[in-house]
């Protein structure tokens, strides 16, 4: 039961985190967009550092229920599983560390522009802005399937 409760809540802050390292990045396309908006475009920063923020503290409440899934089982013997040399878990850790770097290279944009700092182009943020999905599904794949 305890264990059921931690995972409902990893994947609640993974889906939380997740909404911001897909969301960040369109604001930076939309903030790369105002050309000569600076109410918009100061809307726009505040809006990023913001989510920004929200993000980290969703990552950190993921990294812990994570944590305690992965090596609960020696906190609560019996009662959560031993995931032992799984390789899958390996592989999705990297993942999702990629996917934290990305996420902290988008936040640090965001911080560069309020800072009246130079943004890629939009059409290179679009661009950029899809490569989390792709790390997501392999991110995904690996839980589902657990082929390593």
Do not use: C, D
């Amino acid at each position: 039961m305890a264990y059921l409760w931690i995972k409902s809540f990893h994947l609640l802050f993974v889906m939380a985190w997740v909404a911001t390292v897909f969301y960040l990045p369109r604001i930076l396309v939309n903030i790369a967009e105002t050309q000569n908006e600076p109410a918009v475009r100061a809307r726009l920063e505040l809006m990023g550092r913001r989510l920004y923020g929200f993000g980290h503290s969703m990552f950190g409440l993921a990294a812990l229920f994570g944590l305690t899934l992965w090596q609960g089982w020696r906190l609560f013997p019996g009662s959560l599983p031993n995931f032992g040399e799984a390789g899958w878990l390996h592989a999705k850790l990297g993942l999702v560390v990629l996917l934290l770097v990305y996420f902290i290279w988008a936040g640090r944009l965001v911080k560069r522009s309020a800072q009246g700092g130079s943004l890629p182009s939009s059409k290179t943020l679009r661009l950029l802005n899809e490569l989390p999905i792709l790390l997501l599904l392999a991110v995904i794949y690996l839980v589902l399937a657990k082929p390593l």
